[in-house]
């Protein structure tokens, strides 16, 4: 365990979450020398780990932690001959059940004075002007809470006179959740006419949301915290989270008969099919441009509830 924590650059919470799930293991099974963790051991904790009183996510989380430590015995340290519970696993079960953001849900978050005046909390965790802007990049364009959170200044690009959004893990604390995510995303017009470039044209400072603190390396760590909060004191149903901006914006395409690499492509999903599909289906970024500008939500955009704000000043750093 000490030398996976040092082995390469892992969060504090990666560190702690493996050190729990260690002591469970040891709990379990005793402290056995590593040469002699069996199959059937992987075998039984796992079935303690799913007769615990956790979510399936919890227990497949602690399992697949024991699981690193032993591939790191086998592959870098050459401790043991072979890694005894590969193919080990737990299927994750969501206990709650996300669901899209409907007409309602979204007039009753955007009427919030976040949006309709332009008063920004002074909740640290919301980052300032993140509190604005995070969901309504969340609402078009798909894209993961962490993937908005962890923006630099120098990820809006303007690509062939394109204004885009680029997901990367090239920045330090930037990181993604697959080889997929890395891709580039078109701004939405609707973010444009509330005067997005403005905002970025505003900054000089590398973070995109400068005031947005990291908790943990993780930079959307606290903006999830606190857009609970708000969403709690809406009266907002809690299988309607901001992962649900993902899925509105999804239907969305899929109601306009977007076609699947496409979605695929925008929202940084592995391509589905077969190898010659995976391998050869290139999606152009007009193409993509074209895909997300049929995103609308006119219950937001035919009553005006979104009026332009003027940038009066760059944020605190």
Request: glycine share 4%.
């Amino acid at each position: 365990f000490e030398q996976w924590s040092t082995a390469t650059q892992r969060s504090a919470d990666s560190i702690a979450s493996c050190n729990r799930a260690l002591r469970l293991f040891e709990e379990h099974a005793g402290q056995v020398p590593i040469a002699l963790i069996t199959r059937s051991m992987g075998i039984a904790f796992k079935a303690m780990l799913v007769d615990l009183p956790t979510t399936s996510k919890t227990a497949s989380d602690r399992l697949g932690w024991i699981n690193s430590l032993l591939i790191h015995a086998f592959r870098e340290l050459e401790l043991i001959p072979k890694h005894p519970w590969y193919g080990l696993s737990i299927k994750n079960r969501p206990t709650t059940k996300r669901e899209p953001w409907t007409d309602e849900m979204l007039l009753r978050l955007f009427s919030h004075p976040i949006w309709s005046v332009g008063e920004l909390p002074r909740d640290k965790k919301a980052g300032r002007w993140a509190a604005y802007w995070v969901p309504l990049i969340g609402l078009y364009t798909g894209a993961r809470c962490s993937e908005i959170c962890q923006l630099r200044t120098a990820d809006v690009k303007i690509i062939s006179q394109i204004p885009t959004f680029r997901i990367t893990d090239e920045g330090s604390n930037q990181k993604l959740k697959s080889d997929t995510s890395d891709r580039v995303i078109p701004i939405h017009n609707e973010l444009l006419r509330l005067g997005f470039m403005d905002y970025v044209r505003s900054l000089s400072t590398e973070q995109l949301w400068p005031d947005l603190p990291f908790r943990n390396e993780r930079a959307g760590g606290y903006f999830s915290q606190w857009f609970t909060t708000l969403r709690k004191s809406l009266d907002i149903p809690s299988e309607i989270v901001f992962h649900s901006f993902r899925h509105t914006f999804r239907s969305k395409l899929v109601v306009q008969r977007i076609s699947e690499p496409v979605i695929d492509q925008i929202l940084g999903h592995a391509p589905q099919g077969s190898i010659g599909a995976k391998s050869y289906t290139h999606v152009t970024l007009q193409t993509m441009v074209e895909a997300v500008q049929t995103a609308e939500f006119h219950v937001l955009q035919d009553t005006n509830l979104l009026p332009v704000l003027p940038i009066k000043q760059t944020p605190k750093t």
